[in-house]
């Protein structure tokens, strides 16, 4: 929304990685391999390129190992000595949408596996299969020469798609005739920077979102060609359009807002945009609306519920703008309209007072945003309370990790990606994206790596066309278990992907409560729990696999089926259980 204010492969390999966790995040870097690969997703014929960093040892060799799905590929790549850095090519099967995982092991010279690593490969000829989101929206001069390093660290959690958040001039009028403007919060822009950004994602295959309203504008606005017959009012008489006041020292003192379906405002509106999105270089429009504002009218008093406006908007602006849409369902507001429109995904801003309250109904709004194929993207601001309390200070305070883990834990296993990370190494705790009151930390990113990894790597089994949600079929013995999140239990549901069940346990053991946003900040860390007993379907046969992005590496491992039942070696905050008969 943004326009509030300014703002191993055995059970004791896995405990020991568990143990090696808990030490300070430099200890972490130190024991484990740094994998990186050159662009953040690849067409099927690019050629991916992953370099190795670690810590050098005398005798040892590198070895790389491909994985699809928890299934090894046949070949694998080793180097001569170990030196502390490799480089590997590798071409990947021709295959369209598959995630794969790249795990390195140094091999010293007795054979034993002393440090490793891992990475996730996306092959995906669109971002929109399997859209992993971020944002920029810093745009000063001074930065055209850190594009760069900025973008670099977020290709690093293989973000392929960026949302360029108040890049634009004027709302109505993106494009500036000026190579620097002021934007609607009097901050500094620069055409130079916007463009070395944009090159800097293409490089890595990253698309770059041009975010505008779809139906406002800012002061001055009928001077620049807009018309009151195409206006939205608060009373049925016209008197008073209908639109927000603006924070004092912003560029604008209010925001007009439009009938969204009103053909002379899709005219306009679409037709500024188009161009703009073709000067800079962008691959697509990023929607966005203001939520749900009761009753309105148009110029001649007929009263309208803004959302039916939504589609007529949305698909003329896909027919008439070339590229991508998204467009942001704020708390919800809209969906059904958008579900059934010409939007390439599905977008959605979590907020309590629309019903989004807990982890189990952020997980139905991701259901709900897949029921028609789309892609389900969220964004759900973190801490939200507890940033407040850093507003105007000299140093930011720091994100809750434990509640950010859950909520990308109950994000990602319900099928959905989320829109949190940006501008290099920063966290949204804000709707307005500029804000920096909260920043991860730097273990909170070195986890959240692991998850985006993750991610990747079981793209297929976490959010692929195939997966749909089905009934629970396993039982957790000794241990309380809900199909719903409940604080107190371990919350268990369960994906089918083919012939494939997968099952999801998100520790809420030791939560008080089940709401996702942690707005004060005082999710506490989960108690680890350890050879946690499974009792499979009736009459399963077949191969059991286990994952998690906890570990740190997130390969998965094969567990032995003994009575019916397999033993899951540990449960942190989220663990993945997948059965193949």
């Not at 502390?84 to 007795?110: H, N, S």
């Not at 500024?272 to 309105?296: C, I, S, T, Y």
């Amino acid at each position: 929304m943004g326009r509030k204010s300014p703002k191993g492969s055995s059970s004791t390999t896995v405990r020991i990685t568990l143990l090696i966790r808990t030490f300070s995040s430099l200890l972490i870097s130190m024991l484990f391999l740094q994998v990186t690969t050159d662009c953040a997703r690849y067409n099927s014929d690019q050629v991916v390129k992953i370099v190795v960093k670690g810590p050098e040892m005398p005798g040892a060799h590198l070895r790389l190992r491909w994985f699809n799905c928890g299934h090894e590929l046949p070949k694998e790549a080793t180097t001569g000595t170990w030196n502390g850095l490799a480089t590997f090519a590798w071409t990947p099967p021709r295959e369209d949408g598959k995630g794969y995982q790249a795990i390195a092991e140094v091999v010293a010279k007795d054979g034993h596996v002393a440090y490793r690593g891992s990475c996730g490969v996306d092959i995906s000829s669109s971002w929109l299969r399997y859209p992993r989101y971020g944002y920029l929206s810093h745009f000063e001069p001074a930065l055209a020469d850190r594009a760069g390093e900025i973008v670099e660290a977020l290709k690093d959690f293989h973000l392929n798609a960026l949302q360029f958040y108040d890049w634009q001039w004027k709302h109505h009028r993106p494009l500036s005739p000026n190579r620097e403007w002021t934007d609607i919060a009097n901050r500094t822009n620069s055409a130079v920077t916007i463009k070395a950004f944009i090159a800097e994602a293409h490089k890595r295959n990253i698309a770059c979102m041009a975010y505008n309203l779809g139906y406002g504008a800012v002061d001055g606005h009928l001077n620049d060609g807009t018309k009151l017959e195409w206006a939205l009012f608060d009373d049925n008489k016209a008197k008073q359009q209908y639109g927000l006041t603006m924070p004092s020292g912003w560029a604008t003192k209010r925001l007009d807002l439009f009938d969204p379906a009103n053909p002379g405002w899709i005219d306009f509106i679409t037709g500024r945009q188009k161009v703009a999105q073709a000067e800079f270089g962008f691959d697509g429009w990023h929607m966005d609306q203001l939520g749900n504002p009761g009753q309105k009218f148009t110029r001649d008093g007929t009263p309208i519920e803004l959302s039916s406006r939504f589609r007529v908007l949305l698909d003329q602006a896909k027919t008439k703008v070339p590229g991508a849409l998204i467009f942001n369902n704020v708390g919800g507001y809209g969906i059904a309209e958008t579900l059934g429109s010409r939007t390439d995904a599905m977008y959605a801003e979590m907020w309590e007072w629309e019903g989004q309250k807990t982890y189990s109904d952020v997980q139905k709004v991701i259901e709900r945003s897949r029921s028609t194929g789309k892609a389900s993207i969220v964004t759900a601001y973190m801490d939200y309370d507890m940033a407040k309390k850093f507003d105007g200070q000299a140093s930011p305070g720091e994100f809750n990790p434990h509640g950010v883990l859950l909520t990308n834990a109950t994000i990602l296993a319900s099928g959905g990606t989320h829109l949190e990370l940006g501008d290099g190494r920063y966290m949204l705790d804000h709707e307005y994206f500029p804000n920096r009151n909260l920043q991860p930390s730097r273990s909170l990113l070195e986890r959240l790596r692991s998850y985006y990894d993750f991610s990747v790597t079981y793209q297929e089994l976490l959010c692929g066309p195939q997966v749909s949600p089905a009934p629970n079929r396993v039982k957790l013995e000794k241990l309380p278990a809900s199909s719903d999140s409940e604080p107190g239990k371990v919350w268990t549901f369960s994906r089918t992907v083919g012939n494939r069940t997968v099952v999801h346990f998100i520790n809420l053991l030791s939560a008080k409560d089940v709401e996702w946003r942690d707005r004060h900040g005082i999710r506490t860390e989960p108690s680890v729990m350890e050879n946690i007993r499974i009792q499979l379907p009736q009459g399963f046969a077949g191969r059991v696999w286990v994952a998690s992005p906890d570990d740190g590496i997130g390969a998965a491992i094969p567990l032995e089926v003994n009575g019916g039942s397999v033993v899951i070696p540990s449960l942190e905050y989220w663990t993945m259980l997948t059965l193949e008969p």
